[in-house]
């Protein structure tokens, strides 16, 4: 199985990180849904899109990066 890492953007969310939770919206329960059934190996939240830094970081790892834009 493919391992990849993806980027999962939605705008106007509020990230309580003291509970580590991220709201109660249906774009935040498929992302969290996938990340819960190990259909995604890595989780990244983004409100508007991936720094450069990070995408070529990911690259220099190997790591495929796939954008869904929620």
């Known amino acids: 199985m493919e391992h990849n890492t993806w980027l999962i953007c939605w705008r106007k969310t509020k990230i309580d990180l003291r509970s580590n939770r991220i709201g109660n919206t249906g ?22 899109s991936i720094s450069k830094e990070l ?16």
Request: charged letters at 30%.
């Open 27 to 48: 774009a935040q329960q498929v992302a969290l849904a996938l990340k819960n059934n190990k259909l995604i190996e890595k989780l990244i939240l983004a409100e508007n």
């Open 55 to 70: 995408q070529t970081h990911l690259e220099k790892e190997g790591k495929r990066l796939k954008f869904l834009v929620l």
